[in-house]
């Protein structure tokens, strides 16, 4: 049951990744790193709630997973605009 948790875990990090490349591939770093993060944080998140729950959750343990790998994407996002930076005034 693990090796199906950790795979889940792994396939659903890959697609919330490639729909954030989808949709957001103007204000995100490069595709290899989203698709990392996606993964790892998506394996991280699967750690934590099995670790938390009881192994025979695995709708909870996907959950949890989806919930991390989405996190952690976010975090990569850019601001839509450039910030303007003023020069300190001499």
């Known amino acids: 049951m693990l090796l199906f948790e950790a ?3 792994a396939l659903l990090g890959l697609v919330l990744a490639g729909t954030a490349i989808r949709r957001l591939s ?4 490069t595709r290899s790193l989203v698709l990392a993060t996606g993964v790892a ?3 991280f ?3 934590v709630t099995h ?3 009881d192994p025979g959750n695995f709708l909870l343990i996907l959950l949890g997973a989806a919930i991390v790998s989405a996190a952690s ?3 990569l996002v ?3 605009g450039r910030l303007r930076r ?3 005034p001499a």
Do not use: H, I, M, V
């Open 7 to 9: 795979l889940g875990s």
């Open 26 to 29: 103007d204000r995100l770093p």
């Open 51 to 53: 670790s938390a729950l």
């Open 73 to 75: 994407l976010s975090l």
């Open 41 to 43: 944080g998506a394996l």
């Open 86 to 88: 003023r020069s300190a």
């Open 78 to 80: 850019r601001p839509a």
């Open 45 to 47: 998140g699967a750690f």
